[in-house]
């Protein structure tokens, strides 16, 4: 009997069986179709994620350095991509454009009517080869001994008192596997969150990607608040293209919204992609010899949707405190990704709902943080943080 099966080997998967691994356990993981693919998530991330790479990720992975975003009341006919920084002010000597075009000293502005910008003067985030990350914390997980079988589909889920038992279909057909416990690490419509009758995220949002051929090195992604209840994005990804996007409750429209917004920018998609985006965990992420992480959890940012860091920050947790023996440790992993990640979520939460604010006060909220930041793209609550408050105090 295996100690862990995991069920889905996205980044959070991945991490949880190459973490549980390293710690002694007998770790068999499971994965549809193949790792990193359908691509379903955008690869803008914070820096932060090189920390659960192996060596030599990044110089393999990076396509891109982000210095800030440029946030947009109106849509792209109205404020064009272009970089902010192209009349030569240094980052820190920037103006910062009202509602009316204009800096606060009088002066012509450096950005367009409506848009504001936030950055620093060092790289605060990262476009990465998302498909390839996926496929580094595999192998990453393979070289710590998890036994990673692709082509393998989950079809059913059954706790018993010692155990847990998993059909799979594979391909040479239905097997059946036993663990002393599940990770169900499988995305936003889980299938062990389902088999198992555990609750489900507050909510599911609908996302939509697509990539257009321009070579674009620019480091400011644009972001749009022109769709409800959420946004739509740009990002520049170097020689690989250039990313669009855009995320809201599930619609009939959501993909003429898409069609709609890359017209506007002049622009045609190819390899285009659409998924759910989970936003809010339930009470409780656990059964009885059960785990939910990362998606499955819905341990995502609600004012962006992502969620690599989260995710496998919560599977860092649970590979320290779940004993597969001992099913009373389920407890503590709950206790302790909550007291790391609660925080930031319920504040991801209000920043979220800034997005359907009247444009009026909007615009007074973007003006008034608009400029240099001191702010971390993961941790919201370093809006309170000392290095915010000097930044403002610059501005």
């Not at 891109?64 to 975003?69: E, K, M, P, Q």
């Not at 939509?208 to 520049?236: C, K, Q």
């Amino acid at each position: 009997m295996h100690d862990f099966v995991v069920v889905g080997c996205g980044p959070a998967g991945s991490r949880f069986a190459r973490r549980a691994a390293e710690r002694g356990h007998d770790v068999l993981a499971f994965e549809q179709g193949e790792v990193g693919k359908p691509l379903a998530c955008s690869g803008h991330v914070s820096t932060d994620i090189w920390e659960y790479t192996p060596e030599g990720a990044r110089d393999r992975l990076l396509q891109n350095v982000v210095y800030g975003a440029r946030f947009h009341l109106g849509g792209p006919r109205g404020d064009p991509p272009g970089d902010p920084r192209s009349n030569g002010h240094a980052p820190g000597d920037r103006n910062v454009a009202g509602d009316d075009g204009h800096g606060s000293d009088g002066r012509d502005g450096d950005f367009p009517a409506r848009t504001y910008p936030f950055y620093k003067d060092e790289g605060v985030s990262n476009v990465i080869d998302r498909v390839g990350l996926d496929r580094e914390l595999a192998d990453a997980a393979r070289e710590a001994g998890v036994d990673l079988r692709e082509d393998h589909t989950v079809v059913g889920v059954t706790e018993h008192r010692d155990r847990v038992e998993l059909e799979v279909r594979g391909p040479e057909g239905v097997e059946t596997h036993e663990a002393r416990m599940v990770a169900g690490c499988d995305g936003p419509k889980s299938r062990v969150r389902r088999e198992l009758d555990m609750p489900e995220p507050d909510e599911l949002l609908h996302g939509v990607l697509g990539f257009s051929d321009e070579d674009d090195a620019s480091d400011f992604v644009d972001v749009h608040l022109t769709v409800p209840d959420f946004f739509a994005w740009r990002i520049p990804r170097g020689e690989a293209g250039v990313e669009y996007g855009l995320a809201t409750p599930p619609s009939a429209d959501v993909r003429d919204r898409f069609d709609r917004f890359t017209a506007d920018y002049g622009v045609e998609t190819d390899h285009r992609c659409s998924g759910l985006i989970p936003v809010g965990p339930p009470d409780s992420v656990t059964n009885r010899r059960a785990f939910l992480v990362g998606d499955a959890a819905a341990q995502t940012k609600p004012f962006t949707g992502g969620g690599i860091l989260y995710g496998m920050t919560a599977a860092d947790h649970a590979a320290r405190q779940v004993d597969p023996r001992d099913p009373a440790t389920l407890a503590a992993y709950e206790r302790a990704w909550r007291d790391d990640l609660e925080r930031e979520i319920e504040l991801g939460h209000w920043i979220r709902r800034a997005y359907s604010l009247p444009e009026p006060v909007q615009r007074v909220g973007l003006r008034a943080f608009s400029g240099e930041i001191g702010v971390h793209m993961d941790r919201p609550t370093t809006v309170f943080s000392l290095d915010q408050i000097r930044s403002l105090l610059r501005g």
